[in-house]
């Protein structure tokens, strides 16, 4: 054969093992018992929506017992507080009471020492002066401003406040070396 020649050939191929592949997988499926898939989807969804059920269900208890912690933390708080200013109020009414019974032991004494001027009642604590119904201890000790208030507090006192002129006649009459001076405006003054 010359190289001008040219074969040409027909195949062809039957399909039948194909078919037969078909057919069989066909058989397959009908010898097998019938399972459907909706089944198992269903059976998914279920068990998927029984999970976030009680995902949910346990978020919500979660969350319940934050917000009555929170709500207890936040009463606690609360009660804190109002016994702070219950304690406050208490103070208070302590030395209310105090200066109150100081006054009027002061009276009482004062009285007594009138009527009967040997009587040996002093209205003052030791050490303290007696002066315009009212009694002052000068002090001798060199302290901060906020230990002088402190000294004062602890004795039922406070610092001396001059507001009237024999008050200040009394003190100028002491010959007191070093005080502390504070100054606050009158109140019918504007700044």
């Given amino acids: 054969m010359s190289e001008e020649e040219i074969i040409y050939a027909d195949l062809n191929f ?20 019938p399972v459907s898939s909706h089944v198992w989807v269903r059976a998914a969804l279920g068990l998927t ?3 976030l059920l009680l995902f949910f269900v346990g978020l919500g208890i979660l969350g319940g017992l934050i917000y009555k912690k929170q709500n207890v933390q ?5 009660k804190v507080f109002l016994q702070q200013v219950d304690n406050v109020n208490c103070s208070e009414k302590i030395q209310n009471v105090s200066m109150a019974l100081q006054t009027l032991a002061t009276r009482l004494c004062l009285e007594l020492q009138e009527k009967e001027p040997g ?6 604590p030791q050490d303290w002066k007696w002066h315009a119904n009212r009694c002052y201890l000068l002090h001798h000790n060199y302290t901060t401003w906020q230990k ?15 507001n009237n002129k024999d008050a200040l006649e009394f003190v100028k009459s002491r010959q007191l070396y070093s005080y502390w001076l504070g100054a606050s405006p009158r109140q019918d003054s504007k700044y």
């Fill in 119 to 124: 009587h040996k009642c002093k209205p003052c």
């Fill in 49 to 51: 929506l029984l999970f």
């Fill in 148 to 162: 002088s208030e402190q000294f004062c507090a602890d004795r039922n006192a406070s610092l001396l406040k001059i």
């Fill in 14 to 33: 039957q399909n039948s093992g194909k078919t037969e592949k078909i057919q069989e997988l066909d058989q397959v499926k009908t010898k097998a018992p």
């Fill in 74 to 78: 936040e009463e606690r708080q609360t």
